[in-house]
């Protein structure tokens, strides 16, 4: 079946600008997770969404970032007035309703100049 | 928060040889899980440990959850080329309100394969 999708998978967009980062998730899971990995380690936890609402979001690391899941599926990642560190690539995992077993999307690579 | 050493950063083995990595944490974790990642891809699950102590297989490869909690570790055999790429242990601790919950990695270990 088809894994978990993101858009774009390369975004490059001007200090300042604000972007929009896309995720959909495996059909029928409930849990959805966002992730940010920087070059040279691992993906470090953003949020956390279980069906519409966000269960846990504190590893957004300012008020620059927010995310979305209105219908449970699709997820949306936003960034506002992006900074050059914001680059990195972001990624976005679901799993189904138990423990473990999160599942990983190919991730959208972020450069701000 | 909560940190996981991954050793060792990287390793340069021929084909054929065994690969041993490993993953500590000052904490513990309900759920250990194994990931390889791959040049411009997220990263795949490989095998997930849900018991202290238990090990599991999934082909040639091989982990086991550590009895502290604190602790797992991978194992392949016979490696062949297609193995390269970076392997990343994560922990899943357990929120109080549900059984679903962030993940902690580790850095990740390189692994090449000399042919």
């Known amino acids: 079946g088809a894994g978990v999708s993101q858009t774009p998978s390369n975004k490059v967009t001007e200090k300042g600008k604000y972007v929009e980062l896309r995720c959909d998730p495996i059909?029928?899971?409930?849990?959805l997770y966002w992730y940010r990995q920087s070059l040279g380690q691992g993906p470090e936890f953003l949020i956390y969404f279980q069906g519409t609402g966000a269960a846990d979001d504190s590893g957004l690391p300012n008020d620059r970032f927010f995310a979305v899941r209105p219908e449970g599926s699709v997820s949306t990642l936003k960034i506002q007035r992006t900074e050059r560190g914001d680059s990195a690539v972001y990624l976005c995992?679901?799993?189904?309703?138990?423990?473990?077993?999160?599942?990983f999307g190919p991730g959208t690579r972020l450069t701000v100049t | 928060g909560q940190q996981l050493n991954q050793s060792p950063q990287s390793m340069f083995i021929q084909e054929g040889e065994d690969v041993s990595m490993n993953c500590t944490s000052s904490s513990i974790f309900n759920t250990w899980l194994w990931y390889k990642q791959e040049p411009g891809e997220g990263p795949v699950l490989l095998i997930a440990?849900?018991?202290?102590?238990e090990l599991t297989s999934n082909g040639r490869l091989t982990a086991q959850f550590g009895i502290t909690r604190k602790d797992s570790f991978l194992n392949i055999s016979a490696s062949i080329p297609s193995d390269v790429g970076i392997y990343f242990c994560a922990g899943q601790g357990r929120n109080s309100g549900g059984s679903n919950y962030k993940l902690t990695f580790g850095k990740g270990t390189l692994l090449t394969v000399n042919p």
């Open positions: 440990l849900y018991k202290a102590g």
């Open positions: 995992a679901s799993s189904p309703d138990r423990a473990g077993e999160q599942y």
């Open positions: 059909s029928g899971h409930t849990a």
